[in-house]
């Protein structure tokens, strides 16, 4: 999850309003299990097609959902130590009638404080086509999740629709995040946010625009973003450029509140190049508190031939507000 819950664990701070589920890990055991080290031989750690993942931790179980597959709606594998994953039926199994099926993407879980869970999926709206952000319910973090309501609840029309929803939690409010996808019609895509009910199934605020395309290794494209807290500032994490080759990349942005103003890092922060080819065309990615304390990237690439993107899991270490994939010598 791609929330400010992950840095408050670090200090256990488990009050919020609403809380990420990694939040649980609070009362992690004496001697938790020792999560991957880092990019070893960039070797993923689910290999299969598992792109855009979101991950949670719920009572020292691991949950990591992804893009449509495998005849799957949302995918979901979990674990308990990142490293072995053992891959779920469909979190999301049933599909609205106004909802095209077959292109339902970049979930993301967040867990309230009654102990239920709220999803935040893009999938095909009917009318006006394009793809647009839903929300879904479940009681188990495995699921099933059941869509609510009888429309999406962000599909800006004059904007391309909207993609790629993350939550981050600042001062005890619940805020989603998402990109318009302006790409698909020649227009800027903006990282936008908006306040949400205490429910998590309503926007209540209207939408801040955050960052947008503005540096020559982003392309013509910024999304996946994902807001962490860290101390009194916030850290935005985004993928950028085309999605199908090397381009891809991970950037990063900072800001001392959610509307800015935000200052990116100068180029990505981890990429093919950067990573001397150990992961391709990396995003999509989660930033996620393992239970021994350390923070972990998770993130998808491709394989070799370019046919999939399985997932990943890198050690991060903090440079002054930036995590870092540890990249080995």
């Known amino acids: 999850m791609r929330n400010s819950a992950r840095r408050a ?48 931790e719920v009572d020292g179980t691991y949950f990591a959902y992804a893009t449509n597959d495998n005849n799957r709606n949302v995918q979901v594998a979990s674990s308990t130590d990142l490293l072995d994953w053992e891959v779920l039926p469909d979190a999301l199994p049933d599909l609205p009638s106004w ?95 908006a306040a949400l009910s205490p429910d998590g199934l309503s926007v209540t605020g209207d939408p801040i625009r955050i960052l947008k395309q503005t540096e020559a290794w982003e392309g013509n494209l910024v999304e996946a973003p994902t807001i962490v807290a860290r101390g009194s500032r916030l850290m935005m994490l985004y993928s950028a450029n085309s999605y199908g080759d090397d381009r891809y990349a991970v950037g990063a942005a900072t800001a001392a509140s959610i509307d800015g103003p935000w200052t990116k890092e100068t180029g990505p922060i981890l990429s093919t190049d950067g990573s001397g080819g150990l992961y391709r065309g990396p995003g999509g990615q989660d930033l996620v508190l393992g239970l021994n304390g350390k923070d972990y990237l998770v993130f998808h690439g491709w394989d070799k031939d370019y046919t999939y993107r399985a997932l990943h899991v890198a050690e991060a270490e903090w440079d002054a507000d930036i995590p870092r994939v540890v990249i080995p010598d």
């Open 9 to 56: 664990a670090l200090a256990c701070v488990c009050a919020a309003i609403v809380t990420a589920v990694a939040v649980s890990g609070c009362a992690a055991s004496a001697e938790p299990p020792e999560p991957p080290v880092g990019a070893a031989a960039g070797a993923p750690v689910l290999n299969a097609n598992f792109a855009d993942p979101d991950v949670v």
């Open 99 to 193: 909802v095209i099926p077959g292109k339902t993407w970049a979930p993301e879980v967040t867990k309230l404080t009654d102990d239920s869970f709220v999803m935040y999926f893009t999938a095909t709206n009917y009318s006006p086509t394009m793809q647009c952000i839903g929300v879904a319910t479940a009681s188990d973090p495995a699921g099933p999740f059941t869509v609510q309501g009888d429309a999406m609840i962000i599909c800006p029309e004059d904007e391309g629709g909207a993609i790629d929803a993350s939550t981050v939690v600042i001062d005890d409010v619940l805020y989603l995040v998402w990109k318009n996808d302006g790409n698909c019609c020649e227009l800027d895509t903006w990282i936008q946010a």
